[in-house]
């Protein structure tokens, strides 16, 4: 049986990883300033974070429409007899509805829906790690049974912010609510429980904000090489680049961390400035 993967443009894999994986990406649009675009496809990473920097309006996002979920499915149909379509937490975005109500519509490919209760590169983790058990001869029932839900509970993200009220105006914040009106000098580290955006903890300064990344690492994975670390960086490099040296200081393995980059989605929520690790267990 031959098995398709579908997600969508906020788990920020590159054109590059989207052809080397074979996975099919849909995407949601931005909106700022009275335009929209597709992410990904519209407009880039860097231009957005751009746009969002020197613009006085609030940036917002839109799910797919149903029928372009359709149109990706039905297109897929041709060639495969399964398809797996794997999105950003549900309670983050109405886009796994979308494709729920699409995959209702479609008849003759069995497909499944999952809410990976992620986003952004602890998404696409997720997705590549279903690909690569596609490549290597799993079937649909050991991924869905077995792996995914395992996926989920070995994925972590963690990442810090100078400044809460893109998350905060969006009505994604969450849990972290309880961080506003106090960031004088506070770093917050935020990862997202259950799919909702949570604190995990604050700091006060740059360099404790470093070694708590450090710390992070050490106890989650223990330092294993075997394990997938990625540095997130929004439009700045240069605390995701610091915060890379000091791991290769702690871990000679980290110099093959890749480093990269927040979409125009998550942008829209999360500001430009944010920096911080996904890790795979």
């Known amino acids: 049986m031959k098995i398709a993967v579908v997600t969508d443009s906020t788990a920020d894999l590159t054109a590059e990883l989207l052809k080397e994986y074979n996975i099919t990406m849909v995407p949601l649009e931005v909106n700022l300033a009275g335009k929209s675009y597709l992410d990904k496809i519209d407009i880039s990473p860097d231009q957005f974070l751009d746009l969002i920097e020197k613009s006085d309006d609030l940036p917002t996002t839109s799910?797919?429409?149903?029928?372009?979920?359709?149109?990706?499915?039905?297109?897929?149909?041709?060639?495969?007899?399964?398809?797996?379509?794997?999105?950003?937490?549900?309670?983050?975005?109405?886009?796994?509805?979308?494709?729920?109500?699409?995959?209702?519509?479609?008849?003759?490919?069995?497909?499944?829906?999952?809410?990976?209760?992620?986003?952004?590169?602890?998404?696409?983790?997720?997705?590549?790690?279903?690909?690569?058990?596609?490549?290597?001869?799993?079937?649909?029932?050991?991924?869905?049974?077995?792996?995914?839900?395992?996926?989920?509970?070995?994925?972590?993200?963690?990442f810090a912010v100078d400044d809460l009220s893109y998350l905060e105006k969006g009505g994604r914040i969450g849990k972290a609510s309880a961080f506003l009106g106090n960031l004088f000098n506070i770093s917050p580290i935020l990862t997202l429980e259950d799919g909702v955006v949570t604190p995990y903890g604050k700091v006060r300064g740059q360099r404790r904000l470093y070694n708590e990344f450090n710390k992070l690492v050490t106890e989650k994975l223990e330092g294993q090489q075997g394990s997938k670390l990625i540095v997130l960086h929004g439009k700045y490099r240069d605390k995701a680049d610091q915060l890379k040296e000091n791991l290769i200081e702690q871990f000679e393995w980290a110099e093959e961390v890749e480093m990269m980059q927040f979409g125009p989605v998550i942008a829209a929520h999360v500001g430009p400035t944010p920096f911080g690790i996904v890790f795979l267990k």
Do not use: C, W
Request: hydrophobic share 45%; net charge negative.
């Open 63 to 158: 799910q797919p429409a149903v029928g372009k979920f359709v149109e990706v499915y039905e297109e897929l149909a041709k060639d495969y007899d399964q398809i797996i379509s794997i999105h950003i937490s549900e309670k983050l975005s109405g886009t796994i509805e979308s494709a729920r109500l699409a995959a209702d519509m479609i008849e003759g490919i069995e497909i499944k829906i999952v809410d990976s209760k992620k986003a952004t590169l602890s998404l696409g983790v997720m997705v590549m790690e279903v690909a690569k058990a596609i490549k290597g001869g799993s079937n649909l029932e050991e991924i869905m049974a077995d792996l995914i839900p395992t996926l989920k509970e070995d994925i972590e993200i963690y």
